[in-house]
């Protein structure tokens, strides 16, 4: 895929089932965006972002912040610092913590430095293991250049680039902002979600859910009435049928559609049955759920799908047959 109008458009899809394009930390240093990584890994993310905001696609807000290298790196390379704390005096980067410590209740002062023997705290006084944090009292704290032995009651803090090499102090180190990034009311307007796209998000997630053979669309079933009734999708977990319904609107869902879905359960003797409202049912239609122990979830983008999908069949795992 290419950033095209077919690469944009799948962008804003994902974008828009997944509620917003989020970056996440890399091991070699610096931010990247998953969904860019998994739908156009050739293309640099950089001119994918400027491509989306050129177009008023989508609108950013700050993330995170990073600290940064004084020169410009390209966003897919990120920033990979290593923190330095170099002697003000000889520059050396040989700077040690020291601690004065005493020996309790022996009394006895020393340097750390002088306690450690063999990976042990040894008293040089009077030669005693110093075994426990009741053993010692920590009286102050030190840094010292192992070079030039200048001491400091603060470390000098640096930073050097593991990209380029470079080394600068902190007030020269450039704080750069992290952006995730919505879909704007242009790209909403472009990227309008029908019942056949929802759909098909959620029969994926129950497909993870379903420790059954298929998750089945479209599933018959007659009522006591003569009926046949049809439920959007058929599932199992742990060996109980499960039965759900997506309401999908642009608006709220409002009472009727929870009375049509309590007729059609209490028409079938349905056990488990899950009704999943996209985006949300108003204050009224929610009650009524409640008040007929309707299972249903409101959710409007995937991530809270699947998040809410786990919730509610944790629930029906505990629930007997």
Known sequence: MSLDQAGIQAILKKIGTSGSLEPVRTTGGGFSYPILTELL?????????????????VKRTIYASEISCTNSHELEK????????????????????????????????????EFLKGGK??????????????????LGTWFQCAVCNTKYSELNVSFQCLICGEKFERNKAIIRPIYKYELANKAQEFFK??????LSIVY?????????DKVERNFSVNGKSGVAHV????????????????????EEAVESSIMKVFAKTMDTAVRQFILIVWPKVSSA?????SF??????????????????????????????
């Open 41 to 57: 890994p050739d293309v640099p993310q950089a001119e994918i972002i400027a491509k989306l905001e050129g177009e008023d696609l």
């Open 204 to 212: 994926d997630n129950l497909s993870k859910v379903s420790t059954g």
């Open 78 to 113: 990120g920033t990979n610092l290593a923190v330095i704390a170099p002697c003000t005096k000889c520059g050396a980067e040989s700077v040690v913590r020291e601690r004065l410590v005493e020996h309790r209740p022996a009394g006895h002062i020393h340097p750390e430095s």
């Open 231 to 250: 439920f959007d999708f058929s599932f199992s977990v742990d060996k109980k049928q499960v039965l759900c319904d997506v309401e999908f609107s642009e």
């Open 121 to 138: 705290m040894i008293c040089p006084t009077c030669k005693a293991e110093l075994a426990t944090s009741e053993d010692t009292k920590i």
């Open 193 to 198: 979600m029908g019942r056949d796209t929802v």
């Open 285 to 289: 239609a929610g009650s009524l759920a």
């Open 292 to 321: 007929y122990k309707i299972k249903f979830i409101e959710v409007d983008n995937e991530g809270a799908l699947a998040a809410k999908l786990e919730e509610v069949i944790a629930v029906i795992k505990k629930e007997k047959k």
